[in-house]
């Protein structure tokens, strides 16, 4: 049971290079979700997917686009990067059960934008 | 959510209680709190939450106020692998937006030897 995988684990673009941030989680879980951590600071999220077929935009959107393909994989596209953009990304996922549930993270991936 | 308020860094000598306190003076009837923990930039891990009565569970326990306004995270004998950043959390369940979490700076602590 690998839980939330991330790829990739690491990766340097040039400004306006694009990518995509791929997330995988196998515990059929109906919400997942893309958050950023930047250095000495809490997580914030970027966008959630409540449920399969919906994605809704979080704190920090901007720059960002994801596509929930289906109920295990979400992903993050940057269009084209920017400095303001390294961070390390963290992609998670829970049961929609009332809310009241335990969101699952992946190891994050480490984006570096030169 | 409500704002949450805890202190920046603690300390702990290992085999020894580690009590993190959280302020969340302007919690609401619905909000739960939940506490996760951040060990060297891995991803987070969830530890506990509750709403109104104590919890525990085989990695800590949550003592809530019986006015909710503040909790207290208790690791009861913490170990050098309990280092890490703890989060705690205030949401209210929401089944339109799962398990949203609004996270603050936390605080780092560290177990000595």
């Known amino acids: 049971n690998a839980g939330v995988t991330q790829t990739p684990k690491f990766q340097v673009l040039k400004t306006g290079q694009s990518m995509t941030l791929q997330c995988a989680q196998d515990?059929?879980?109906?919400?997942m979700y893309w958050y950023r951590q930047d250095p000495g600071m809490g997580l914030r999220l970027i966008y959630y997917?409540?449920?399969?077929?919906?994605?809704d935009k979080g704190e920090v959107p901007n720059g960002y686009n994801v596509s929930r393909l289906n109920k295990r994989e979400f992903s993050l596209r940057l269009e084209s990067a920017a400095p303001s953009q390294t961070s390390v990304y963290f992609c998670a996922s829970s049961v929609l059960t009332g809310g009241n549930t335990e969101a699952f993270f992946g190891q994050g991936t480490r984006l570096t934008v030169v | 959510d409500a704002k949450t308020t805890q202190p920046t860094s603690m300390d702990c000598a290992e085999g020894r209680a580690a009590n993190l306190p959280c302020n969340h003076s302007t919690i609401s009837g619905n909000e739960y709190v939940y506490w996760y923990r951040q060990i060297h930039s891995q991803g987070p891990q969830y530890i506990i939450h509750?709403?109104?009565n104590n919890e525990t569970n085989e990695m800590a326990s949550l003592i809530i106020t019986e006015d909710r306004k503040s909790s207290t995270l208790i690791l009861p004998h913490a170990t050098l692998r309990d280092t890490a950043v703890y989060y705690c959390?205030?949401?209210?369940?929401?089944?339109?937006?799962?398990?949203?979490?609004?996270f603050g700076e936390g605080t780092q602590l560290t177990v000595n030897p």
């Open positions: 515990m059929n879980h109906n919400s």
């Open positions: 997917s409540a449920s399969e077929g919906t994605t």
């Open positions: 509750g709403l109104k």
């Open positions: 959390i205030v949401r209210a369940a929401n089944t339109n937006s799962g398990s949203r979490l609004t």
